[in-house]
Nanobody, 126 residues
């Protein structure tokens, strides 16, 4: 089970840190590829960032240099540090995970991941 939290309302230029807590898993998140996705109203689901079991990361162009994905394997938690937030970052953010390594160097689609969590809302005002 994946549970996302940390969303909220901030002004443009502000920061938020999202968390995705994993529980009930057979093995530690150390062995997992994990990712964050966003779903904005009227738009398709979009991959934001991913991190593989070997620690390699991948980011959407729109968030490069502003967002950082990381995981604390001791706490089985995935994080997304979001800095310099923009109104266009407003969306529901969800996390996903899988024990396989994605077959591509880009962010795998959410449908590829076996485990999904519910979303946490991020609202950025101008």
């Amino acid at each position: 089970q994946l549970v996302a939290s940390g969303g909220g309302s901030v002004q443009a230029g502000g920061s938020l840190r999202l968390s995705c807590s994993a529980s009930g898993l057979t093995y530690s998140t150390y062995y997992m590829a994990m990712a964050w996705f966003l779903h904005a109203p009227g738009k398709e689901l979009e991959g934001v960032a991913s991190i593989d079991d070997d620690g390699s990361t991948c980011y959407a162009d729109s968030v490069k240099g502003r967002f950082t994905i990381s995981k604390d394997v001791g706490k089985n938690t995935l994080f997304l540090q979001m800095n310099s937030l923009r109104p266009e970052d407003t969306a529901m953010y969800s996390c996903a995970a899988d024990y396989r390594r994605p077959p591509m160097k880009t962010i795998a689609p959410m449908s590829w991941y076996k485990y999904w969590g519910q979303g946490t809302q991020v609202t950025v005002s101008s």
